[in-house]
C-alpha cells in the first residue's frame, strides 16, 4: 500500500556516507502578531545520494515545464525566435524579433525546440534570482 504524506517545505538537508536525510516540514503555529511561522517535522526522508540527484533532474525538468506552461498561458504566452529572413538590409547583430506563442503552438513545436524554450526560461529564471540575491 501506498502512504500519502504532506509537507509544506523542505527543511534540512544533509548527505553522509552517500545517504542523503532530508527533513520535510508541516505548519504548525503562524504568529500573526509577528508574521512568523513555527514547522515541525512531518517525515523525514532517506535516498542514496544518486538518487536524490536524478530526483534534482527530474524537479529541474519539472519547474521548466511548469516556467514554459506559465509563459505558454493565452494571457502571457511564450516566445520562440521568427525564422530569419536573409536580406542584405538586416545587420547582422540585430536581434530577432519574437512573437507570441499559445499553449497549443508550444506544443506543435518539435521536443528539442520545446526543450530550448524551457531551457531559456530556466536560465531567465536563475538570472533573475541571482539579481535578486545581488541586491
Aim: positive net charge.
Amino acid at each position: 500500500m501506498t502512504k500519502t504524506v504532506f509537507a509544506d517545505r523542505l527543511g534540512n538537508l544533509t548527505i553522509s556516507n552517500g545517504v542523503a536525510r532530508l527533513d520535510f516540514l508541516t505548519l504548525k503555529e503562524f504568529h500573526k502578531d509577528t508574521n512568523q511561522a513555527d514547522f515541525e517535522v512531518a517525515f523525514k526522508l532517506m535516498i542514496p545520494a544518486d538518487g536524490l540527484m536524478q530526483t534534482i533532474e527530474t524537479l529541474e525538468k519539472v519547474k521548466a515545464d511548469m516556467v514554459a506552461h506559465a509563459e505558454a498561458t493565452p494571457s502571457q504566452p511564450a516566445t520562440v525566435a521568427k525564422e530569419k529572413v536573409k536580406s542584405k538590409e538586416k545587420p547582422a547583430t540585430q536581434k530577432t524579433k519574437r512573437r507570441k506563442l499559445t499553449r497549443a503552438e508550444f506544443e506543435q513545436l518539435p521536443k528539442a525546440q520545446q526543450e530550448k524554450i524551457r531551457q531559456r526560461a530556466k536560465r531567465r529564471e536563475q538570472e533573475r534570482l541571482r539579481r535578486q540575491l545581488e541586491q
